[in-house]
């Protein structure tokens, strides 16, 4: 069982659709990212919320746009994708966020992503 | 920024022999050094983590090693068996941004 939930766990889109990548943790963290893996890649940052703030954003393209409504909560909103956009898609969580002491990241299961 | 290399990308091993996976990362702002082992079609999960001011730390038969000055650190996998295969990333974080550069992975397979 993961204390980080991802949903959908599937998902296929047409490069016209608008979706929205959904993430969950209880931890009480402070941190949350999102990730895109490709297959046998390492996963790859795309954002980091830092008490709900956004703290980095690693130059991602526009049709990705990701939201924190609360500390417990993360969603990706995406809105015509490219079929190079399919991916795994990784929320993670880490009990501190700024410039604290670092910890691990604890990853949900991902939305794996198809574009069609 | 951060640049993590990990070495080799591949390795084969026979059941009970030992495997190592080495990563060298660039930035000496880096205090956090976390492993994590991904079964296919799964999610990256943490198997042990060091921070900069430890050289070594073990957990039953897996350790991890930490050479500050040369900016290494190696995993150490004993008496492998064949649930050990799966890719593993080694990753780098530092305390001013506490983000997580990853290394290239390697594709461990324990041949039974």
């Known amino acids: 069982d993961t204390e980080v939930t991802q949903t959908p766990k599937h998902l296929v889109m047409g490069m016209t659709n608008k979706k929205s990548l959904k993430c969950e943790q209880h931890?009480?963290?402070?941190?949350m990212y999102w990730y895109k893996q490709k297959a046998k890649k390492p996963p790859e940052l795309m954002f980091v919320?830092?008490?709900?703030?956004?703290?980095i954003n690693e130059s991602v393209p526009s049709r990705f746009s990701p939201e924190c409504p609360n500390s417990s909560l993360l969603n990706l909103h995406l809105h015509a994708l490219q079929p190079e956009d399919s991916a795994l898609y990784l929320c993670a969580s880490s009990q501190k966020g700024g410039r604290a002491l670092s910890s691990p990241l604890h990853f949900g299961n991902g939305t794996r992503l198809t574009v069609t | 920024g951060e640049n993590v290399e990990q070495h080799p990308s591949t390795l084969s091993v026979q059941e009970g022999d030992s495997a190592v996976i080495k990563c060298t990362y660039s930035d000496s702002a880096s205090n956090y050094f976390p492993w994590y082992k991904q079964e296919l079609g799964k999610r990256p999960q943490l198997i042990i983590d060091i921070r900069s001011n430890v050289g070594e730390k073990k957990d039953q038969r897996i350790a991890v090693t930490l050479n500050k000055t040369a900016k290494h650190f190696s995993l150490h996998i004993t008496e492998t068996q064949p649930e050990d295969s799966a890719v593993y990333f080694c990753?780098?974080?530092?305390?001013?941004?506490?983000?997580?550069?990853f290394g290239t992975g390697t594709s461990l397979t324990v041949i039974p």
């Open positions: 990753a780098a974080s530092r305390r001013v941004d506490n983000q997580f550069y």
């Open positions: 931890m009480g963290h402070r941190a």
């Open positions: 919320y830092s008490y709900e703030k956004l703290s």
